[in-house]
């Protein structure tokens, strides 16, 4: 292995390590951190050294499915904890985005001022936007839940999928906001002098020079980090809360409303809390998603890919269940990426025989993956990894509602 | 041989248990009533025997016909109708809709005469007979529910607390018209609340209490027997 | 329960209107909201007016409208039929439209092409491609019903699994639709004129639009005739009034439920191919009406026939008569605010009671 892999391998050793104190999450922490760093030694370099070759598509596939997973987290803190039917995600997703993507650019000057428009650019650092991202997520679904929050369950199905076709709407009509239809370009990438040739100009000489090995194209590795350290800070911070007082009058309203309320539960404020909890999780989530990215516009955010797939790994992956959500991400979207790969195929099959078809078959995956929402409502509605009750021993077996 | 039969039926929800070894029965032309306190699985009872729920253990046996795990459609086919006691009409149906729903599995041609009938012993019903069936009082609609459960001309008629919730002038009334209905020779099971008043017009009578047969007598035993009397008729 | 309102009515009968009119439980009466609406479709007139647009143009735009409403409520009143006997929101109701106005042009494609009727652009290979349609989709409802709603309903899953899968039906049928007939748009028949018939009061409507409006009405009247005439229709109202009690009363809803999914995708094929005449194919079309569709249903009261025909009408005058002063896209958007205004005020619906 050569230099380049060496440091390469090093970047994923952060993630590979985030992922061992998962795993073992059950395990007491002094047998915790360093099983998750022979883990992450192990991982890391043994794929680096194993299998050099896909390592670049290994990497860009992990990003995008923490960027999913952060997404699943969010759906679950609205319908795992608090039992609403949210099928708006792509709403809050491209708030989220384009927020970061208004806050994190600088305002188009010069000739590209001709052809592209956006509301403001402050050319913030990546965290701020970041934040600016998630709180005006919150915001919108504060603003949403007012209204609606209170309506039966498939109400709210319908209105959430509602308003983020509107949200979707809006950003693909109003050119003055995010150039829509046109896309928002030139979204900065944070940490992206890392893998520049000129290096960061805020760190000494000696460390730009260890990382002087990296291409552009290597930014990956990079970015990569920065998703898995963004999943585990909201992997923490969700985990604790379930753990909470708060946690648990969640799930109290959730499963027993009328008595939740009668033990003075405050309700309502409760159920707008989750909600908007879930949505700020979103936001962040197309924080992530922006400079990932670079280029943006209203298509990326139709319902099959940020509201319908998301909800497919939830469910897969099991509701009501923080690593479930992660898991099943992860499985989704490599079933996902997996079908890319096999309607390629079919499509350069049928090149020669049906031209017409042959163009079509990505959107074999959109059936299929109906399908496979089908099934699992049908076969497995817990998902993989059920949440774990923690309802008292003694009652069993209540009647249905 | 009685004509209803419920033999040994343990019953309930998800993993609970509500009815334990339960028996009762009925037979032709009578009156049966069973009281009991909140929760000791009258309405379950009702529910089970007419299949709205499936028993675990037991049978229920209907005019010699084993109907332990028919479904409630072929149950009525038997010929028994079921009255219960929440949501026992179809409010955005006219009361004449509703008659009709009642005799669904009869043709058309036999409507006419189930729907006369019906309106001979509800004379008020033929009044309202478009009306929607939501816009009438308690009464009206427990006569238009006991009305639709009548158009079959059933040998046995279940009745889930026919008297909830109504006046006590109303309730009488309710009362008077089981009587009549009990002599045109259609048998009736009735789950009531107010345990007096039933037990006086009841042929038989059980007292239920934790899913379990705890008394069993003639309506007037079980008004004279003092531990009925102490624990289930208010002294 | 013990119900203390009742025993008051039933001792005071002249009391029970006003016991009524408190019985609301703080909910709107119909008469309001429709009050409301009525004012908010003049607000929008008047904007529009004021914007630039010609009283004339308003005019044409209102009928337009209206039948844009027929159009909806082909597809509304299958949706509200279905979610009042099923008891979940349909999310692919939308595709069964798209699928009819697919199969049509399938249709049309195939067969000969005739003499357009009378002043019509479309020959009897319409016509026909109406009839396939509507039973091919009704065959892919009962499909799905059989193999993915029914299975889930004898396990008794929660609506929300139903609702659920249903989004999932939502993009399997969506694909489809993609997969064979590609992501281009279509029209049933390009470059065939489209003369207007004059109309009095300056008013132009093709002779399209004016078949797709008597077709639409005929087949609602149908509908309703059904629904209040027939054994089967009030069946089917009763098992959307209340299920339990349908199957207490011996109605065998199962078979309720086969007829209720035929009726309404059958209904639906034959708005989207109305959809398709009036406007053009895409894949997307029955999506972009889902929202307008569910808006109307619910506006009008789930599982009122005579709810979803109000509905549909007045969302798509709204639709057309925001499309003078805002841009057309926005069409969901504005059925969308209708939808939560009502909701806010009457969540049951105009003509839903409870």
Not at chain 3, 223 to 230: F, P
Not at chain 3, 284 to 299: K, R, T
């Amino acid at each position: 292995m050569d230099s380049a892999h060496v440091l390469k391998a090093c970047f994923l050793l952060i993630p590979a390590i985030l992922l061992g104190v998962l795993v073992f999450s059950s395990w007491r922490w002094r047998a915790r951190l360093p099983a998750a760093v022979v883990l992450g030694l192990v991982l890391a370099f043994g794929i680096s050294a194993w299998v050099p070759g896909i390592m670049d598509y290994l990497v860009s596939f992990c990003i995008m499915a923490t960027i999913y997973a952060v997404l699943s987290l969010g759906l679950n803190a609205q319908w795992g904890y608090n039992g609403h039917l949210d099928f708006g995600i792509a709403g809050f997703f491209a708030v989220g985005a384009f927020t970061m993507a208004l806050f994190v650019t600088a305002p188009p000057s010069g000739l590209m001022a001709a052809y592209a428009q956006q509301w403001f650019g402050l050319n913030t650092p990546f965290l701020i936007g970041m934040a600016a991202a998630g709180i005006m997520s919150g915001v919108v679904g504060y603003l949403i839940a007012q209204p609606i929050l209170h309506l039966r369950t498939d109400f709210l199905a319908i209105a959430t999928l509602g308003i983020a076709e509107i949200i979707r709407l809006i950003f693909q009509n109003e050119r003055w906001l995010a150039n829509g239809p046109q896309p928002l370009s030139g979204i900065p990438q944070p940490l992206s002098c890392l893998s520049d040739s000129s290096g960061c100009s805020w760190l000494p000489a000696g460390v730009n020079h260890l990382f002087s090995t990296l291409q552009p194209r290597d930014y990956g590795y990079v970015y990569l980090v920065v998703v898995t350290v963004t999943l585990a800070v909201v992997y923490v911070v969700l985990e604790a809360l379930v753990r909470s007082p708060w946690g648990r009058a969640l799930r109290a309203v959730r499963d027993e409303e009328a008595s939740a309320a009668m033990s003075g539960k405050p309700v309502k404020s409760l159920r707008v809390q989750s909600f908007v909890l879930g949505a700020v999780i979103i936001g962040v989530a197309g924080a992530l998603y922006a400079p990932y990215m670079v280029t943006i516009d209203y298509s990326h955010f139709k319902p099959l890919f940020a509201t319908f797939l998301v909800w497919v790994m939830l469910m897969l992956g099991g509701s009501g269940n923080n690593k479930g959500a992660i898991l099943g991400a992860f499985v989704i979207w490599a079933v996902w990426s997996g079908t890319g790969f096999v309607t390629d195929m079919l499509a350069t099959e049928l090149q020669g025989i049906a031209p017409d078809l042959a163009s079509r078959m990505s959107f074999l995956r959109w059936a299929f993956v109906g399908l496979l929402l089908a099934g699992i409502v049908l076969y497995r509605p817990q998902g993989i990894l059920p949440e774990k009750k923690r309802v008292s021993r003694f009652l069993k077996g209540v009647p249905e509602d | 041989m009685p004509l209803l039969k419920v033999d040994a039926v343990t019953a309930g929800y998800g993993d609970t248990e509500i009815l334990r070894g339960l028996s009762i029965r009925v037979e032709p032309h009578e009156v049966v009533s069973i009281i009991g306190p909140n929760g000791a699985g009258k309405s379950t009872l009702m529910k089970t025997i007419f299949g709205l729920l499936h028993p675990r253990e037991g049978s229920i046996t209907f005019d010699g016909q084993d109907i332990t795990h028919f479904a409630p459609h072929r149950i009525v086919r038997q010929g028994m109708c079921y009255v219960p006691q929440v949501a026992n009409v179809f409010t955005t149906l006219t009361v004449e809709e509703n008659l009709e729903m009642g005799a669904f599995p009869l043709g058309k041609a036999d409507l006419t005469e189930s729907k006369d009938r019906v309106y001979a012993m509800f004379p008020k019903l033929r009044q309202r007979r478009r009306q929607l069936a939501g816009k009438m009082s308690g009464g009206e609609r427990q006569m238009v529910a006991m009305g639709s459960a009548l158009m079959l001309n059933p040998k046995l008629l279940l009745l889930d607390e026919p008297t909830a919730a109504l006046s006590p002038k109303l309730v009488d009334e309710i009362f008077g018209r089981i009587a009549r209905i009990s002599e045109t020779g259609i048998s009736v099971l009735m789950v009531e609340q107010n345990a007096r008043q039933s037990l006086n017009m009841a042929d038989r009578g059980y007292v239920l209490a934790s899913g379990e047969n705890r008394h069993e007598g003639t309506g007037k035993e079980l008004l004279e027997d003092p531990n009925v009397g102490r624990l289930y008729l208010g002294g | 329960m013990v119900d203390s309102r009742q025993a008051v009515t039933d001792a005071v009968p002249d009391l029970a209107a006003a016991v009524e009119a408190r019985d609301e439980e703080g909910m709107r009466s119909s008469r309001f909201v429709g009050a409301v609406l009525l004012l908010v479709l003049i607000a929008m007139w008047v904007a529009g007016w004021l914007s630039g647009t010609s009283a004339e143009q308003m005019l044409s735009l209102t009928v337009w409208g209206v039948m844009l409403g027929g159009i909806i409520a082909l597809g509304g009143i299958g949706l509200t039929l279905c979610y009042g006997v099923l008891k979940f929101p349909n999310f692919a109701h939308g595709e069964f439209l798209t699928l009819g106005a697919y199969v049509t042009y399938g249709v049309v494609l195939v067969l000969p092409q005739s003499n357009p009727i009378w002043r019509f652009s479309f020959g009897w290979e319409l016509i026909a491609g109406l009839l396939v349609s509507a039973v091919v989709t009704a065959i892919v409802a009962i499909i799905l019903d059989h193999f993915l709603y029914r299975p889930l309903r004898k396990h008794m899953s929660p609506l929300v699994l139903l609702a659920m899968a249903s989004l999932g039906m939502e993009f399997l049928l969506r694909g489809a639709v993609y997969l064979i007939w590609g992501s281009d748009f279509h029209f049933y028949y390009s470059g065939r004129s489209n003369p207007a018939l004059q109309l009095p009061f300056g008013l132009r409507i093709q002779a399209d639009q004016f078949f797709v409006f008597a077709l639409a009405v005929i087949l609602v009247a149908t509908m309703y005739w059904m629904l209040t005439r027939t054994r089967i229709g009030k069946a089917m109202r009763a098992s959307a009034d209340n299920p339990d009690l349908a199957q207490v009363r011996g109605i065998n809803t199962e078979q309720v439920i086969a007829w209720t999914w035929i009726i309404g995708a059958a209904m639906a094929a034959v708005g989207g191919a109305m959809y398709g005449l009036a406007s053009q194919l895409r894949p997307d079309m029955g999506f972009v009406l889902l929202l307008p569709l569910f808006a109307a249903v619910i506006m009008g009261g789930i599982g009122s026939a005579w709810g979803a025909l109000v509905g549909s009408v007045i969302i798509g005058v709204a639709m057309q008569l925001t499309s003078a002063f805002m841009n057309p896209a926005y069409g969901p958007a504005v059925a969308f605010v209708l939808m939560v205004l009502v909701l806010l005020m009457r969540p049951q619906g105009l003509f839903v009671q409870r």
